[in-house]
């Protein structure tokens, strides 16, 4: 399993005040310990605070500011093109990047598969069109082909291109766990090699009560349906460890009775 760490993300607190004060340490200190924690990926987010002029410049400042304390990738995560553009020159001079997202629409996917060649990155196409969220195995499946087909294209090796089949909050949409689980398999299936599938977590508990034991219980069902990489916490180390045992449960590692101390030593 991928760990995207979602910490950095002008969203939270701590990090919308030191991109505001400009102050790197809570941003260095917060890298380290999603690595720390099992982190894979570091997800690169100025949030909403930031106006949307200023947003190339300082996903640049965020993204050096994390370079200077790990080679490790980091996931450019923004909707425009040109906030991406920035963060990938300031990432990929010391380290792989992943394009955080492209939707399944002609005049977002050509751009954005363009600059996943141009930079040599990983791109995670989300299952969205010019009609909006597919809420259907079908729908999503239909754009996933999409994507898939355009990486063939644009020369973007399948192995770096996240499906993301979008779950909605199961508060709103109980139908959507159900779906986004059969998408998961049926992205699978859609080439060789298969692409990989990814899911943004916390969607699936927003406003609800019991989020972390719905994150947590999501987790391992995507997992055994083959899901590949998840955007979490990995600071919530009940999660981490309900994940790791899912991944042994599905013999994707081996069992020793201290096996997620192995996991974290292995990394």
């Not at 720390?36 to 640049?60: S, W």
Request: charged share 25%; net charge negative.
């Amino acid at each position: 399993m991928i760990v995207i760490g979602e910490r950095i993300n002008g969203m939270f607190t701590s990090i919308g005040d030191a991109i505001a004060a400009k102050d790197k340490k809570p941003v260095q200190e917060m890298a380290e310990k999603q690595l720390a924690a099992g982190a894979d990926v570091l997800d690169i987010n100025v949030g909403t605070r930031v106006p949307k002029a200023e947003r190339p410049e300082v996903m640049k400042w965020l993204v050096e500011a994390t370079r200077e304390v790990t080679n490790a990738p980091l996931a450019i995560d923004n909707p425009n093109i040109e906030v991406v553009r920035a963060g990938l020159e300031a990432a990929c001079s010391k380290g792989p990047a992943i394009i955080n997202s492209t939707t399944g629409a002609q005049d977002k996917l050509d751009p954005f598969m363009d600059l996943a060649k141009e930079f040599g990155t990983g791109i995670i196409g989300l299952a969205i069109d010019e009609n909006g969220i597919a809420n259907t195995v079908d729908g999503k499946v239909e754009i996933g082909m999409r994507i898939v087909a355009a990486a063939m294209e644009k020369d973007v090796p399948v192995e770096e291109v996240y499906l993301d089949p979008i779950i909605l909050p199961v508060k709103t949409d109980q139908t959507s766990p159900k779906v986004t689980l059969e998408t998961i398999a049926q992205f699978k299936m859609l080439s060789d090699p298969p692409p990989r599938v990814v899911v943004g977590l916390s969607n699936v508990s927003q406003q609800a009560a019991e989020r972390s034991l719905i994150n947590r219980t999501f987790l391992v069902m995507a997992i055994a349906a083959g899901m590949d990489a998840s955007i979490h916490d990995p600071l919530d180390e009940v999660l981490m460890n309900e994940m790791i045992t899912a991944e042994l449960l599905m013999n994707k590692s081996i069992y020793s009775d201290s096996y997620l101390r192995a996991y974290m030593q292995n990394r």
